[in-house]
T-cell receptor, first 110, second 116 residues
């Protein structure tokens, strides 16, 4: 089974709104990462948060990590139509094994 | 660097045929991962290598699947014999140091396999 589970499975918002996606995982991690996948393409790395960090920002992205709850959230502020994609969280163990969740499909309507 | 290069991009084959997917990781990266993506099962880790050595192949579905990494710049994923349920997009990804705590994966464009 996959390590991470994202919710919601699908999210549809209007351009300019914020989008929040959540990820839960099961075992101890070294870090947690978020990736984006456009239809028919490979995954592209967005942001990494280490297990000893609680929050991280990168441009319009904000990631939080709560290791006690084994959960993370990705916030995209002021969304754009170009943000339409699937977003995946990935957890990495100390041994370097990276496993992915099921993803959230985000649709941003212009 | 041209990134992670996978071939073929698309393959259509008949059940029972052998399929070989290829991957060239980013030069200097010492870890390589093979993933399979389907609508039903999402993105599954099949196997990963560190310094050309298989570290964890627990995700390989069955004996029909095998993966090799003969050198740092090349890996293959082979399915023999192929079955319709193997139809999926297969991704290869590489990273510099998987246990560093900053192991960002760089993905290839994927190989879309259809088994008729």
């Amino acid at each position: 089974s996959q390590q991470g589970e994202e919710d919601p499975q699908a999210l549809s918002i209007q351009e300019g709104e914020n989008a929040t996606m959540n990820c839960s995982y099961k075992t101890s991690i070294n870090n947690l990462q978020w990736y984006r996948q456009n239809s028919g393409r490979g995954l592209v790395h967005l942001i990494l948060i280490r297990s000893n960090e609680r929050e991280k920002h990168s441009g319009r992205l904000r990631v939080t990590l709560d290791t006690s709850k084994k959960s993370s959230s990705l916030l995209i502020t002021a969304s754009r139509a170009a943000d339409t994609a699937s977003y995946f969280c990935a957890t990495s163990t100390n041994a370097g094994k990276s496993t992915f969740g099921d993803g959230t499909t985000l649709t941003v309507k212009p | 660097d041209a990134g992670v290069i996978q071939s073929p991009r698309h393959e259509v084959t008949e059940m029972g045929q052998e399929v070989t997917l290829r991957c060239k990781p980013i030069s200097g990266h010492n870890s390589l991962f093979w993933y399979r993506q389907t609508m039903m099962r999402g993105l599954e880790l099949l196997i990963y290598f560190n310094n050309n050595v298989p570290i964890d192949d627990s995700g390989m579905p069955e004996d029909r699947f095998s993966a090799k990494m003969p050198n740092a710049s090349f890996s293959t994923l082979k399915i023999q014999p192929s079955e319709p349920r193997d139809s999926a997009v297969y991704f290869c990804a590489s990273t510099l140091d998987p246990a560093s705590g900053a192991n960002v994966l760089t993905f290839g464009a994927g190989s879309r396999l259809t088994v008729l």
